[in-house]
């Protein structure tokens, strides 16, 4: 399994469509300051469900729509969509090639989808979270967290894997019920 496209229109910085293509193996976005790397990712952890503004780098949900320049007009919807390919079966549903959609209207509404049929957010939590790219299996490293990483302690790196492996809040769990 593999991500091999993503599309946003409308998204952050992105007012026209624009299709990023990923090959198996490493990618990397690469371009000048504030030219929209980051709103590169944002969109990949959108479009995978994240409902935190803030993860997403801004105070509402509604700051991830284009919000319009000196010479272009604020968009009414965000929209990104991202195609896995699925040949391996490692998604469960019986596509070779899975799009999953997630668009956002200003007016407030929002909508999901898989391979174009309108469905839940639980149904795309759900597809997702066998997979290694669930809510809590894909792991998104932050502008700046990396010197973090690098410089820690030998235990604060210790709790960066813990936190990455979803291990952390289970100990933390373990922690609480034994203090009872
Ligand atoms: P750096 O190299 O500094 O990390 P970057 O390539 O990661 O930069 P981003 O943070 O992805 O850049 O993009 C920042 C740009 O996105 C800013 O110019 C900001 O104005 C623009 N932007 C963010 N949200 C929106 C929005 N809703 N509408 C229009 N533009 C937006
Ligand atoms: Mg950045």
Redesign the pocket.
């Known amino acids: 399994m593999h991500l091999k496209t993503l599309t946003v229109r409308g998204?952050?910085?992105f007012?026209s469509a624009t299709t990023f293509q990923f090959e198996p193996g490493v990618t990397a976005v690469v371009?000048?300051?504030?030219?929209?790397?980051?709103?590169?990712?944002?969109a990949l952890a959108w479009v995978m469900g994240e409902q935190g503004a803030k993860t997403l780098?801004?105070g509402k949900m509604e700051?991830?729509?284009?919000?319009?320049?000196s010479g272009r007009p604020?968009l009414g919807r965000?929209q990104v969509s991202l195609t896995i390919d699925n040949t391996d079966g490692a998604l469960p549903i019986e596509y070779t090639e899975v799009t999953i959609s997630r668009t956002l209207f200003r007016s407030g509404g929002s909508e999901y989808a898989i391979n174009g049929a309108t469905c839940r957010l639980l149904d795309i939590q759900e597809l997702l979270s066998d997979s290694g790219l669930g809510r809590q299996m894909h792991v998104i490293v932050g502008?700046g967290q990396l010197d973090a990483v690098l410089h820690a302690t030998g235990e604060d790196r210790r709790g960066f894997i813990e936190e990455a492996a979803g291990i952390l809040k289970h100990r933390r769990r373990k922690e609480k019920t034994v203090r009872k």
Do not use: E, L
């Open positions: 998204f952050k910085s007012a371009g000048p300051n504030g030219s929209g790397k980051s709103n590169v990712v944002d780098r801004g700051d991830v729509i284009f919000a319009g320049t604020p965000a502008q």
